[in-house]
């Protein structure tokens, strides 16, 4: 998985409460990414971050927050977990020069989040 | 309308026939298009990567981009039990990707 871990792997929570899942990479790329999968969605980008303490949203930002004080870690909040928010979040990174080849993102093992 | 359409199958073949999986798109500006394998409770992984239109042969795979159409396939020769994944494709005109829905497919022994 390229250099790339998914903290927990596994996590069942309660609605309402606040959870934080972390990414770290020992590539050293500048790029990082979350998305989350749902069956008939595919892919979908949640945040991502072009440097430390330089993130923007994505296209399903909602209900989540993002951080990234190191360039190995990136962390996704979610402040109050809801039912809908159920899903396999994957993390991903990306040298993305610019320059087409290194624009390929490489993808972590996933935590698959349950919220009762 | 999505950007990047791509039939979700289900797909189930015999071991040994041609696979063809595709996706089209939307937005001209896509010059980058990649197809990632993902097999079940696991990451996607990068398994085709090409540059504008043309095709590009990895082994038992091939990847081709139609640009004037908008559409990118990925063949499978002599497929395998072991190439029973989903199949994404994946294309970007920047620093973000966008995915098409996934192809599950199934290669029967």
């Known amino acids: 998985d390229a250099g790339i871990t998914q903290s927990p792997r596994h996590k069942v929570t309660e609605t309402g409460t606040p959870v934080t899942l972390r990414c770290h990479q020992t590539?050293?790329?500048?790029?990082m990414y979350w998305y989350r999968q749902d069956p008939g969605h595919g892919l979908r980008l949640i945040h991502y971050?072009?440097?430390?303490?330089?993130?923007d949203k994505g296209e399903v930002s909602d209900g989540y927050s993002v951080s990234r004080s190191k360039t190995e870690d990136f962390l996704l909040t979610l402040e109050s977990a809801t039912s809908s928010q159920t899903s396999v979040y994957f993390c991903?990174?990306?040298?993305?020069?610019?320059?087409?080849?290194?624009?390929?993102?490489?993808f972590g093992p996933g935590t698959r989040l349950t919220v009762l | 309308q999505k950007e990047v359409e791509q039939d979700p199958g289900p797909l189930s073949v015999p071991e040994g026939a041609i696979v063809s999986l595709n996706c089209t798109y939307s937005?001209?500006?896509?010059?980058?298009f990649m197809w990632y394998r993902q097999y079940s409770r696991k990451g996607p992984e990068l398994l085709m990567y090409?540059?504008?239109?043309g095709n590009k042969e990895d082994g038992r795979f091939t990847a081709q981009v139609d640009k004037s159409s908008k559409y990118i396939s990925l063949f499978i020769r002599d497929s395998q039990p072991s190439d029973s994944a989903t199949y994404l494709c994946?294309?970007?005109?920047?620093?973000?990707?966008?995915f098409g829905q996934g192809t599950r497919l199934t290669i029967n022994p």
């Open positions: 991903a990174i990306s040298e993305a020069t610019g320059l087409g080849s290194t624009d390929t993102q490489y």
């Open positions: 590539e050293n790329h500048r790029y």
């Open positions: 971050s072009y440097g430390v303490k330089d993130t």
């Open positions: 937005n001209s500006a896509f010059q980058y």
């Open positions: 090409t540059y504008s239109s």
């Open positions: 994946a294309m970007n005109p920047a620093q973000k990707l966008v």
